[in-house]
């Protein structure tokens, strides 16, 4: 029977793992280069309702191409964890992202809600080559201001784009430099519509 591989990281071989899965232990690495995947299989939504259905909704830019804005997003925020992670292993880290649906302008002007922001990664050693520990699956979501709170925010220079590129350093610094990784806040009601 053939292997389901939609899920698969490029060259994804977990041949070479040497940290158990489940443990709480922080690598003691420095992240060395990564690599950011936006599969082109991730349906796009342009549409401006409250909550259109898609992998990928973002209007923090002008309309372009969604997958390398997102792309870009993620390298920043992973050139700023870079510079605060400094352990002794060199690493590469391998993203893909799975979901990034961020808030239609609808959404945006009036009630908010949420960032959903999910993808998984692995880290391999640049010496070997091999993985180091198993690819890891990561909700990411940041809570999204709406109405007079969004607009306050812009006022400022907090724009959404700026807003997820310094959470997304956030997770990724938390991933490697605290025990246990990243633990998304409890984001309650919008989060549990957010989930269905």
């Known amino acids: 029977m053939p292997t389901a591989t939609r899920w698969a990281m490029p060259d994804d071989t977990m041949l070479g793992s040497d940290i158990p899965q489940g443990t709480a232990t922080v690598p003691n690495v420095r992240i060395d280069s990564f690599t950011v995947n936006v599969p082109k299989s991730l349906k796009v939504n342009e549409r401006n309702l409250y909550y259109p259905i898609g992998d990928i909704v973002w209007r923090g ?12 997003m993620f390298d920043a925020g992973l050139r700023t964890a870079a510079t605060r992670i400094d352990g002794a292993r060199p690493v590469r880290l391998d993203v893909q992202v799975t979901r990034f649906h961020a808030l239609s302008e609808k959404a945006r002007y009036t009630v908010g809600g949420i960032h959903d922001i999910d993808f998984r990664y692995r880290l391999v050693d640049v010496e070997t080559g091999l993985p180091i520990g198993p690819t890891k699956e990561i909700n990411a979501d940041l809570k999204a201001l709406g109405g007079q709170a969004a607009m306050a925010a812009e006022g400022r220079g907090e724009t959404q784009k700026a807003r997820i590129i310094a959470h997304l350093a956030r997770v990724f610094y938390e991933e490697l430099m605290v025990p246990g990784g990243h633990v998304t806040a409890n984001l309650g009601l919008l989060q549990a519509i957010n989930d269905l």
């Not at 830019?61 to 870009?72: H, L, T």
């Open 61 to 72: 830019e002008p309309r372009g191409d969604r997958y390398a804005q997102i792309k870009a």
